[in-house]
């Protein structure tokens, strides 16, 4: 079973670019999650999609966008990178609550 | 604003021990708790969870409790090992049924 599945794995942009990171489940979980994991900050959360079609904003939301393109897939955005957004992005998805998280092994972004 | 705090120092024991990681929350009082146990470069993968009306769950050889009086969550290892090491986290979930993750306690268990 892959799980939750992250792409890419690394990372480097300039500040200004954008780009899309990838999550996508094959365990028909119906909620979706993105996470930033930042040294002495624990995991923050950006975005989530309680379900298919539908989107809200998270502790962290500035600076980013989502999309839940169907039930497996769910895309984060960076439209214009800052060295601020260097962080390791977690994909996580769930059965809803109260179900534990299933969490992708990562992406790691360094915006120079 | 919603707080979760874990012993913010590395917890050091020796093989065979038990361990015990405190996770203390403060300003809301959660329906569920989770842990979760995270190795270096990889996600966090669950472990255990357990429910407000729930003062203990155990699982093979970890053990959690749930003290909404004290606000206060703590999770045992037994005959802890080696293989054990890693960094733990706790999740409590908030009003709005999302997960708010402390930052981790290391644990590190020395042959």
């Known amino acids: 079973n892959a799980g939750v599945t992250q792409t890419p794995k690394f990372q480097v942009l300039k500040t200004g670019q954008s780009m899309t990171l990838q999550c996508a489940q094959d365990m028909n979980h119906n909620s979706m999650y993105w996470y930033r994991q930042d040294p002495g900050m624990g995991l923050r959360l950006i975005y989530y999609?309680?379900?298919?079609?539908?989107?809200d904003k998270g502790e962290v939301p500035n600076g980013y966008n989502v999309s839940r393109l169907n039930k497996r897939e769910f895309s984060l955005r960076l439209e214009s990178a800052a060295p601020s957004q260097t962080s390791v992005y977690f994909c996580?998805?769930?059965?809803?609550?109260?179900?534990?998280?299933?969490f992708g092994s990562g992406t790691r972004l360094t915006v120079v | 604003s919603q707080k979760i705090e874990q012993n913010s120092e590395a917890l050091n024991i020796q093989e065979g021990k038990t361990a015990t990681l405190t996770c203390n929350y403060t300003n809301y009082s959660p329906a569920y708790l989770q842990w979760y146990r995270q190795d270096p470069g990889r996600g966090p993968v669950f472990l255990l969870l357990?429910?407000?009306?729930?003062k203990e769950k155990r699982k093979e050889r970890l053990k959690v409790t749930f003290d909404t009086t004290l606000k206060q969550s703590l999770f045992h290892i037994t005959a802890s090992q080696p293989a054990d090491s890693a960094t733990y986290l706790c999740a409590p979930y908030n009003q709005g049924g999302k997960l708010i993750f402390g930052q981790g306690t290391e644990l590190s268990v020395k042959p």
């Open positions: 999609s309680a379900s298919e079609g539908t989107t």
């Open positions: 357990i429910r407000e009306n729930e």
């Open positions: 996580a998805s769930s059965r809803g609550t109260p179900y534990g998280y299933t």
